[in-house]
């Protein structure tokens, strides 16, 4: 049972979360491919495929006479940018939102155990370090941007987001 308020367990669920992930950037880990992890929903960074981490909601629920359920729901955002280079090495003469959608998939889940929802699913992590008594993916929400080029004859920009619904809950005492 655990004596911390319930925004702090929030927070540290966030903090492992993203540590975990930026952990599985390395060569041979499960995100290899993936340039940055951020702790925020809206990826300032210009670095692409990345993937930005953000604590939506926490609410108590009643449970027992000395526990509260805590729900902590996050949106983890995974996009993937088709750019020339990418295009082609997907077999395709221009980018295009299949090459952004190709490398969203891998960085979703490849079907060999690598990808965020790889990580996510582990039964290691589901505990997400303690913090935690359980967690779930609830949804993904796929969703496609496409931005024209500033000036004519500038290359549009494509990207590919993924926004996976995530829930952890934890068992807190009463304060």
Known sequence: MSVLAPEDHSSLQWAWIVSTLQSEMTAGKRIASVKAVEPSLSLWTDFAPAVGVQLMDMREEGYSTSQHKLWSDFIIQV????????????GYSIPNLSDAMLQLKALISDGTGKGVCSILRDPANRTLGGYAAQSTIKSIHYQPEIQMGATAGDEPIIWAHAFIDFTALQFVAIQ
């Open 79 to 90: 996009s993937a940018q088709s750019t020339k280079e990418t295009a082609a090495a997907n």
